[in-house]
């Protein structure tokens, strides 16, 4: 595994665009939503939370969802001939997921710090961007999971919607309290709500119990997901 996982951070690596519209993509909507909302009174800091969740989770979806490729072109039963196990494979898969998912939460932290002036003592600043990623991981599991259900040719389409169900319902980019009552109690189901909470919360000096209860909410998310992925990847592995 260790082999393959090298192989997999060295492949992702490579590929200067992805991660470059990785970081690309959240810093330029973090610096077109900056000035607007600030203006309306929100803190550069809370702007800052929830669009570097957005990239972290966009990265991480993007990584894993690319397994449906992989698939479509006979990869992973490639792999299945070798001695690499399907739970090996699906660990690489999710930590470089969470690897790509590191650089737009630092990248959009070091632009709200420089260009917003947001001044975090080193213990917030850590908290910010860890606290950010570590949340990260239900969305490399969901990617994973995308990835085993969709095709190359449908993909992008399922993956377009996930991502803006889970960035707009999940109050990534607006303030849930302004939704309506039925829509808030839907928001509050996503794992995308609860990374939100990590990355506002850390970002403001929130309640140390709202970050905990965040925590265990993506925790369990994490748990379920990666369940849901090992029990579709043996039925997928069972049928080839």
Known sequence: ???????????????????????????????LMADRFIDQGAPASYVMGGVAAFGAMKAALDVGARTA????????R??????????????AKASVA?????????????????????????????AAVLGVWAGT????????????????????????????VLSFIGGLFIPVSTFPQALAAVAKVLPSYWLAQVGHATALGGGGADRWQAA???????LVLGAAVAIRYRRDTARA
């Open 69 to 76: 490729v992989e698939r479509g072109i006979g990869w992973q």
């Open 216 to 222: 265990l909410v993506l925790a369990l998310y994490a």
């Open 78 to 91: 490639q792999l299945r001939l070798t001695p690499l196990s399907g739970s090996g494979y699906l660990l």
């Open 98 to 126: 969470m690897v790509v998912a590191l650089p737009p939460v630092a990248g959009v932290s070091l632009v709200a710090g420089l260009v917003s002036g947001v001044h975090l003592s080193a213990a917030g600043w850590a």
């Open 137 to 164: 991981v239900p969305f490399a599991l969901l990617g994973l999971l995308l990835g085993q259900f969709a095709t190359a040719q449908n993909l992008q389409a399922y993956q377009g919607a996930v991502v803006l």
């Open 1 to 31: 595994m260790t082999g393959y996982l090298t192989f997999e951070i060295r492949r992702t690596l490579r590929d200067a665009k992805f991660l470059l519209f990785a970081v690309a993509l959240p810093v330029g909507l973090y610096l």
